[in-house]
Structure formats: structure tokens, C-alpha cells
């Protein structure tokens, strides 16, 4: 087995063939020697003078071992309601957990309060034209939770958290491009996500598995080797109750009841730090001629960008890069603004969006001390109704870059891919000023590492404030139980331990296999 990497110029058509012609010349050996090519990684680089695709593969002559081929475990048939698990919350963390018990031979039970990915689409595009915000079904609440309508990013750094392919596997299981095994940067798309993730839930259901859309947890209680979790059926007002030995809460980022409800119960939570700033919205061709220098064509990728750095002892960095995206309304109650970015498989759009945010901690919010746990949370929620209040409407308040850094109101806006509409505003002044000062500090940071960054071409938007949760249920390292609720586990993004889909997928396979062993249920 050897392992070979090459670079490509990006213009260049590649396959199979065209790597083994490759391989056998640097290997010293005819093309019908090599068996078997196997590619392993594909990134972009643009820092020569050429720009060129890296790959990275695998190459199986006649007379040795085959290339790995990596399969994940099948999903049972599970009919025994003894051995069932209640998880709330169907993101990529209640997702992967279900399918995770259900390779096991165990039974998941999802309660998610929002909708079906296709009910769920009906309500953001109310919420885009209207405005109308259903606390139910939304950007975050609903089917696949709140990755399915922002791009798909597949990109996680965390890859001491378990096998990133076992994620990656299932998605193209269940009808994503392949690509998304190779590439460094993987993303699937808003178009396409929805049908993927429709048809995981298609497979726990015929595998045994339950799946409750709309119904919206309202009580937790802890019984004796059990676990009952009462909800309300938004759609009839009927209430129901639903009893196991194990609880996953795989709620999300957004679920400020749950920890309300936590709160009011005295069950420890903690305050933990997050990130909120604002989109930055930039034309797409400008990302592109910095990022390619000047040699951009249209058979290159819309080009992406990572930026970080230092500001007054804090992080500010970019969120959520949305090359050839959109931004859209994001908020999850009445009275409140969030925005996020999302973009489709082609990433077309003429615009590039991305979070650009400011690391927060308790202690720089000390006059929200008084909250406890909850300090953060409040500290969102306020800013969130402050950048409502500025136009009574999901109309976003925005400011160019410039006008933004040099403390300037904006007499004009370029135009936006935020399709309910901008009004001008001071976001310099809107923003808290220990989140503003620190973002103008760093646009000019980002303005030497990209030149042309900092342009009054690009606009600012408010608020990004969904960036991780403000909370965090604490669990036990070594079992994943909550620290003193056992046969309760915490689990993804919402419990404040992943961000992002393949993180939280994994975290979800973490916890459903911790709970397979504490069980010891018998597949």
C-alpha cells in the first residue's frame, strides 16, 4: 500500500485513470500494475504561483492487500418497548444518536417540537416575507435542526470526539455526493440537505424507531430508574407523556426553555461563554479577487475565508463562512433579530456572507451576575431586542464596514441578499461597546491579512448571536450522565459540548454508545 500526494493544476479534469498514469510514473511501475486508487483527501491551493487541487491517495498494486474500504454498521430492527430510549431533539446530535441506538438493537423515541423539513420550509418563508415568527418551526426548531438550512457545513476540527467518516458514510448513505468524503472543506448544501436528512428519518421509522414532530417538551421528571418527559402536541394542544430508562436532550443552541426549566428545577447548569457580533456581507467577486489574487475563473470554487485575531484579550473571528450565500432571519421568538447564512450545493449567490464575532465571558458581563447560570442567556436575549427595537421588524439594522469602523452613520446601503430588507443604523453604538470596540479593532487586523477587506462595499448586519449556546449542562466526563441526574445525558450543541453538524453527530454517537454499555441491552 503506498500513499502518494500530488499537486494539480485546478484546471485540470481528474479521475481514477489520470492519478494512476500519475502514480505508476513516480512509483516506477506500468499503469496496469496499480489495481486499485483510492482518494483520501482533495484540498484548494492558491498560495503559488499556480493554483492547484492537492490530493492525497492511495494506491493497490496486483499481488497486495486491497484498499481499505470503510462501511458503517447496519441499523436493526428494534420492537422491544423495554429497551427504548427518549431522545429530544432531532438535529445531526438526536439524529446520529437514534441511529446509533438503533445499530445497537435498541429503540430511539424523538420528541422534536418543530416540524417536518418540508412544514418547516413553509414557516421561514413566512417568516422572510411576513415576519412572522413561529416559535416552533424556524431556522432552528425542526427536522434536521438548525444545520439544515445553513449550508451544511461538514468541516470540524474535533476530531478527537470519534470516526469523522462514520458521519460522513451516512450522509452519502442516504443520498449525499461522495465528495463530501474527500474534500477538505465538505459542505452539502441547503437544497439538498433537507431530502438527506427526510430520508434518515424514513429508515428509524422502518427500522422500529419512533419519530414525534410538534411536540414541545414542557416538564422533565425524574421517577425511580426512569425517565418521563412530558410535552405539549403543538398542533392539537393535546399533552402526552412518554416514559424511559434513558433521556438524551439533543435540544440545541436554541433552547432557552429547557434551561429555564432546569433553572426553576435547581438541576446544575452553568453559564458558559459564546460569541455574538454580526454578518458581514461582501460581494462574492471581491472575496474571490483577494482570495484567488486577481485569478479567478469561473471553473474555481467561490472562494472562502477563515479570520482570527486578537482584540483587548478577547477572540474575534469568523463564523460560518458562507461562500456564494445568503443571509436570512434567524429569530426564534417575537420581538427579536438573528441572522444567519446559509447557501445552496452551487454556493451561486453573488454574495458572501460570514459571522464575525467577539468571544464572550461571564466576567465581561458582570452587571448580568445576578442571572446565575442564565447570565449569558439574558445577555443574548437583550441584544437580540435591542437590534429589533431599531426597526419594530425582522428589517435587519445595518452599516457599511467603514462607516462601522470609523463610528460613522451609513447615508446608503448596498444591497443585500436578506431578502425581508435592511435600514440603516449605528451598529457601533447598538452593540455593546465592549463587543463593538474589539470588532473595529480587528477589521482593520482582517484588512492586513486580506487587503481589501475592509471596504465600504461590504455591510455589516445585526446580530449574529446563535453561535454556540450561552449554557452548559455538566456531565459527567467518564460516563456523559448529567453531574447528578443519572440515566440523563446531555448531548450536542445545545448542552454546550460540540458546534457545528459533524460535532454534534459525533457527540450523538458518543452518548448513545455510552448508553448501549450502561444498559447493557442485548441487540
Known amino acids: 500500500m503506498r500513499e502518494i500526494e500530488l499537486g494539480i493544476p485546478a484546471s485540470k479534469e481528474v479521475n481514477e485513470a489520470f492519478l494512476a498514469q500519475r502514480a505508476s510514473k513516480i512509483i516506477g511501475i506500468k499503469p496496469s500494475e496499480i489495481k486499485e486508487i483510492k482518494i483520501l483527501k482533495r484540498s484548494l491551493d492558491a498560495r503559488g504561483p499556480k493554483i492547484l487541487y492537492r490530493y492525497r491517495f492511495q494506491v493497490g498494486l496486483d499481488g497486495e492487500e486491497p484498499v481499505e474500504h470503510y462501511r458503517n454498521a447496519e441499523l436493526k430492527d428494534v420492537n422491544d418497548p423495554s429497551q427504548c430510549v427518549i431522545i ?92 463530501i468524503l474527500i474534500d477538505a472543506h465538505p459542505h452539502i448544501g441547503s437544497d439538498k440537505l433537507p431530502r438527506i436528512i427526510e430520508n434518515m428519518r424514513k429508515a428509524i421509522i422502518a427500522h422500529g424507531g419512533e419519530v414525534h414532530f410538534e411536540h414541545r417538551v414542557t416538564d422533565i421528571i425524574k421517577g425511580e430508574g426512569n425517565w418521563s418527559v412530558k410535552v405539549d402536541v403543538v398542533n392539537t394542544g393535546e399533552t402526552k407523556i412518554f416514559t424511559a430508562p434513558y433521556l438524551v436532550l439533543a435540544q440545541g ?72 450565500g445568503i443571509l436570512v432571519p434567524s429569530a426564534t421568538k417575537p420581538g427579536t433579530q438573528v441572522l444567519n447564512g ?114 465600504n462595499e461590504a ?6 448571536s446563535r453561535t454556540s449556546s450561552p449554557v452548559r449542562i455538566p456531565r459527567n466526563p467518564e460516563t456523559m450522565e448529567h453531574v447528578s441526574l443519572s440515566g440523563l445525558y446531555p448531548c450536542g450543541e445545545g448542552a454546550g459540548y460540540s458546534g457545528g453538524i459533524v460535532s454534534s453527530a459525533l457527540d450523538g454517537v458518543a452518548v448513545a454508545e455510552m448508553i448501549a454499555l450502561k444498559a447493557h441491552f442485548i441487540a
Open 253 to 324: 443552541h436554541s433552547s432557552s426553555d429547557i434551561y429555564n426549566l432546569f433553572y426553576d428545577k435547581g438541576w446544575e447548569i452553568e453559564a458558559k461563554g459564546f460569541a455574538l457580533g454580526v454578518r458581514a456581507e461582501h460581494p462574492q467577486s471581491l472575496i474571490n479577487d483577494i482570495q484567488y489574487k486577481g485569478r479567478f475563473n469561473p471553473t474555481l470554487p467561490p472562494a472562502e475565508y477563515q479570520l482570527v485575531t486578537q482584540a483587548n484579550g478577547r477572540g474575534v473571528f469568523s463564523f460560518c463562512m458562507c461562500p456564494g
Open 342 to 455: 446559509m447557501s445552496n450545493s452551487r454556493r451561486n449567490s453573488p454574495w458572501a456572507n460570514s459571522g464575525i464575532v467577539v468571544s464572550i465571558e461571564p466576567g465581561d458581563i458582570t452587571s448580568y451576575n445576578n442571572y446565575g447560570p442564565l447570565q449569558l442567556l439574558k445577555f443574548q436575549e437583550d441584544v437580540e431586542k435591542s437590534m429589533f427595537d431599531v426597526s419594530n421588524s425582522i428589517k435587519a439594522p445595518a452599516q457599511r464596514l467603514m462607516d462601522f469602523v470609523n463610528g460613522k452613520i451609513s447615508r446608503d446601503l448596498p444591497k443585500s441578499s436578506y431578502h425581508p430588507g435592511c435600514v440603516s443604523a449605528p451598529l457601533h453604538k447598538i452593540l455593546p461597546e465592549h463587543v463593538s470596540s474589539r470588532m473595529r479593532r480587528a477589521f482593520k487586523d482582517f484588512n492586513n491579512k486580506m487587503r481589501g477587506y475592509a471596504t
Open 459 to 464: 455591510l455589516l448586519l445585526g446580530v449574529e
Open 88 to 179: 429530544v431533539g432531532m438535529g445531526p446530535a438526536g439524529l446520529y444518536a437514534a441511529m446509533t441506538l438503533l445499530e445497537k438493537g435498541i429503540k430511539p423515541i424523538i420528541l422534536e417540537r418543530g416540524k417536518d423539513v418540508h412544514a418547516r420550509a413553509v414557516d421561514m418563508a413566512l417568516l422572510s416575507t411576513s415576519g412572522v415568527v413561529n416559535e416552533d418551526s424556524n431556522y432552528c426548531f425542526g427536522e434536521g435542526g438548525a444545520g439544515t438550512f445553513s449550508d451544511g457545513k461538514l468541516f470540524t476540527r474535533s476530531t478527537k470526539k470519534g470516526d469523522i467518516r462514520r458521519i460522513l458514510y451516512r450522509f452519502v448513505e442516504f443520498g449525499a455526493s461522495e465528495s
